[in-house]
């Protein structure tokens, strides 16, 4: 799935300690735990001093990397349950932001773009950000016919729980939206659907 030709596809980071930084927040899930840790590692102890870490265990490959981060020394750690709670949480750290705070994120791609949406509501720069990609790359579609969102869709055709339309998930990725779009399978020809193949994820 990680396909170049498609110029949509977000480009990602790798972590590493940014300058000028007065407090960091570093935001992971899942397997995006590796990331934290390496990030953490190359941190100046008085980075460490100032970053909190926000990890969710709501994991799409099965890896958690909770108990080495609980073993770090640094300003705080929150753990959530579920990717969305760390999302609201970070959400409300961001509008509380003062000047000088920079922004890890680390994990799936879905989380990544949900959590993109968080900074760029409070116009975080891009130099204030850095994204590393963790984990499979699962698809978060959007509906183009009743707007609802699904998360970790693997094949290409799959029923929107919205509005049980055939999709069909096209390979263009919107940043707005934090997702890949959904149009409904058999829009051309009723009842011909494209083959349900599996994504590369």
Known sequence: MLITGIKSRPVYDRLQPMTGGLRHLIAGQGSGGAAMLRLIADMSPSQRQHSTLLYSTESFSGHDHLQALRELKVAGLEVFPSNQALIEALARKLNEAHM??????????????????????????????????????????????????????????????????????????????????????????????PAAEELDT
């Open 100 to 193: 000088g705070t920079r922004l890890y994120l680390s994990g799936s791609e879905s989380f990544i773009g949900t959590a993109m949406q968080a900074a760029n509501a409070v116009d975080l720069n891009r130099d204030e950000v850095l994204r590393e990609h963790s984990g499979t790359l699962v698809r978060r579609v959007w509906c183009a016919h009743c707007d609802t969102y699904t998360e970790n869709v693997t094949h290409r055709v799959f029923t929107c729980p919205g509005c049980q339309l055939d999709l069909v998930v096209r390979d263009h990725y919107s940043r707005r939206l934090a997702a890949f779009q959904g149009i409904k399978a058999d829009g051309e020809v009723p009842g011909e659907l």
